[in-house]
C-alpha cells in the first residue's frame, strides 16, 4: 500500500459546473476525513467516515457538497454549482485505530481545484 | 475563533541551528497534538505528536514539548537542515472530536545554507 491516493491531482472547471473527486485511504483505515485548504490557511475539517457512515459535517459542507464512502473503502467528494469561492486544495485523510484520537492521520496529497 | 493559534507566520533559521516553532490552543480538552510538514502542492506529511500525558517526545532530530498549564507547544528540529524548509502545520484533537485534527495556519520555515 502507497499510502492514501487522491484523484484527480488537478482540476480547472468553469462555475457552474459539478466536479467530483475521489480518495482510496490506505487499506486497513477504517476512519476517513475531508480537509479544504486555503491559501495562508490551515486545513479546514470538512467531513468524516468511519467506516461507510458519515458522522460529522462541518458547517464549511453546503448543501452544494455531498460525499460518500461507499462499502467502507474509497470515497468521493462532490461539489455541485461550483462557485469560485470553492477554489482550495481539498484534501482527504485517513486513520486506523478504535480510539476517537491518539493516532496519526495520512494524508493524500490532494486536489486543487480551480473555478474559473 | 482559531482554537490552534501559530502566531509566527515565518521562521528562517541557518543550516546547523536549532529551529523552533511555536503553537498555542485554547481548547483544554485537546489531548493529543501533532505537527506535520507540508511542501508546496503536496499534503501535509505527518511528523511527530504528543499526548497530552507527557510532556516531550523525541524523534531523531524533532522534539515536541508540550507545556499543558501554558497551553502550548513547541517542535525543535536539530540540527536544522535545507530540506526541513517547508511550512509545519500545528494540530491537535480530542477525544470527542472523532479525531477531526484542528489545525493551526502553519509557520514557513526557511533553513539557509
Known amino acids: 500500500d502507497t499510502g492514501v491516493s487522491q484523484d484527480p491531482r488537478h482540476k480547472i472547471t468553469k462555475r457552474g459546473q459539478n466536479v467530483t473527486f475521489r480518495c482510496d485511504p490506505i487499506?486497513?483505515?477504517?476512519?476517513l476525513y475531508w480537509y479544504r485548504q486555503t491559501l495562508g490557511q490551515g486545513p479546514e475539517f470538512l467531513t468524516y467516515f468511519q467506516n461507510e457512515a458519515q458522522l460529522e459535517k462541518s458547517r464549511l459542507l453546503s448543501d452544494r457538497f455531498s460525499a460518500e464512502r461507499p462499502k467502507g473503502s474509497f470515497s468521493t467528494l462532490e461539489i455541485q454549482r461550483t462557485e469560485q469561492g470553492d477554489s482550495a486544495m481539498y484534501l482527504c485523510?485517513?486513520?486506523?485505530?478504535?480510539?476517537?484520537?491518539?493516532?496519526?492521520?495520512?494524508f493524500g496529497q490532494g486536489t486543487r481545484l480551480t473555478v474559473v | 475563533d482559531q482554537q490552534v493559534k501559530q502566531n509566527s507566520p515565518s521562521l528562517s533559521v541557518q543550516e546547523g541551528r536549532i529551529s523552533i516553532l511555536n503553537c498555542d490552543y485554547t481548547n483544554s480538552m485537546f489531548d493529543y497534538f501533532l505537527w506535520y510538514k507540508k511542501y508546496p502542492a503536496e499534503g501535509p506529511t505527518f511528523l511527530i505528536s504528543i499526548s497530552s500525558i507527557k510532556d516531550k517526545n523525541e524523534d531523531g532530530r524533532f522534539t515536541v514539548f508540550l507545556n499543558k498549564s501554558a497551553k502550548h507547544l513547541s517542535l525543535h528540529i536539530v540540527p536544522s537542515q535545507p530540506g526541513d524548509s517547508a511550512v509545519y502545520f500545528c494540530?491537535?484533537?480530542?477525544?470527542?472530536?472523532?479525531?477531526?485534527?484542528?489545525f493551526g495556519k502553519g509557520t514557513k520555515l526557511s533553513v539557509k545554507p
Open positions: 485523510a485517513s486513520r486506523a485505530g478504535q480510539g476517537a484520537s491518539g493516532t496519526e492521520a495520512f
Open positions: 494540530a491537535a484533537s480530542y477525544g470527542g472530536s472523532q479525531g477531526n485534527l484542528i
Open positions: 487499506s486497513e483505515h477504517n476512519r
